[in-house]
């Protein structure tokens, strides 16, 4: 998982900010560590960025975008993938957070998932266009290759993972981003766990 993350100046007109999650299928695996931490959790299984931007977010404060791996079978071309990180940057911009993470997959086997793999691999490519100069990271700890998801699936984290992952995410967005400041925060790669 790569995370991207930006800090925008605090909204005038947002009296009662939450925190929330938001997204699909990996979202909601990390829903009761978020809801722990006292994040709402707005999450589908299938959702893609498309539909989190159709979403009732409201006044956020932290936010944290879970997304990309349904949409990266439509990922064909690296214009496509830029296109796609534009818009991911769009939608977070819309919902004006103080906060932002976008957590978002690195990579995937090719064996297992050929389509997830080629859309990875352009995402991953297009990710240092991020408009707000942030740099990815591995919330899963791992510096090359893809890491191996405990899932029969291999896609979505089993509960131990899914709420590691959390904790790393909540930990570089409250630690890497100055809040309210309208300067971008940046994360690098993560050491070896």
Do not use: K
């Not at 979403?55 to 079978?73: E, H, K, S, W, Y």
């Not at 930990?171 to 070896?192: F, K, N």
Request: glycine residues 10%; positive net charge.
């Amino acid at each position: 998982m790569a995370c991207l993350l930006g800090a925008t100046p605090a909204r005038a007109d947002c009296a009662d900010p939450r925190d929330l999650l938001l997204g699909d299928s990996i979202a909601d695996r990390m829903r009761a560590a978020a809801q722990a931490d006292g994040f709402a959790v707005i999450a589908r299984n299938g959702a893609q960025l498309a539909w989190t931007t159709r979403q009732p977010v409201g006044c956020v404060a932290d936010l944290v975008l879970v997304i990309g791996t349904n949409d990266l079978r439509d990922l064909r071309t690296p214009e496509q993938a830029r296109d796609y990180v534009a818009h991911v940057a769009a939608a977070i911009a819309q919902w004006r957070p103080r906060r932002a993470l976008w957590v978002t997959p690195s990579c995937f086997d090719p064996a297992r998932n050929p389509v997830l793999s080629r859309g990875g691999a352009l995402l991953h490519a297009a990710l240092p266009g991020f408009p707000t100069g942030a740099r990815q990271a591995l919330l899963d700890g791992q510096a090359g290759g893809c890491p191996s998801v405990p899932a029969g699936d291999g896609v979505h984290p089993d509960p131990a993972l899914a709420a590691r992952w959390w904790r790393d995410a909540l930990a570089r967005l409250r630690a890497d981003a100055p809040a309210a400041s309208g300067q971008a925060g940046a994360t690098g790669p993560s050491a070896p766990r």
